[in-house]
Nanobody
């Protein structure tokens, strides 16, 4: 049971930046990872980025080079640069109950704790 609260979403223009924050996911102990997923109406919830306790980071193909996941105190942030309309979605923070690999971290079925989501809208 991990309480996750996302913040930082909003409406921006293409090319702008946003920083999302996931409050409360950082903890001590092995096998803990935090990830961001996003979902648009009529689509599946897809992987965006993940950060493991050991410091490994993984990114979805569509955001690699533009988004950066990092830890700040007890929060995990997602810095989003060069936003485009295809990034419009509800963004969710999620936490695992165990370790994950570069492949398994991308599977939403691995995550048992989810936040309520924060809306990101990018206008062209």
């Amino acid at each position: 049971q991990v309480q996750l609260v996302e913040s930082g979403g909003g409406s921006v223009q293409a090319g702008d930046s946003l920083r999302l924050s996931c409050a409360g996911p950082v903890r001590t102990g092995p096998g803990y990872a935090i990830a961001w997923f996003r979902q648009v109406p009529g689509k599946e919830r897809v992987f965006v980025a993940a950060l493991t306790r050991s410091g490994n980071t993984y990114y979805g193909d569509s955001v690699r080079g533009r988004f950066t996941i990092s830890r700040e105190n007890s929060s995990v942030n997602l810095q989003m640069n060069s936003l485009n309309p295809e990034d419009t979605a509800v963004y969710y923070c999620a936490a695992t109950v165990g370790a994950c690999t570069a492949t398994s971290c991308r599977d939403r079925r691995l995550y048992r704790s989810w936040g309520q989501g924060t809306q990101v809208t990018v206008s062209s």
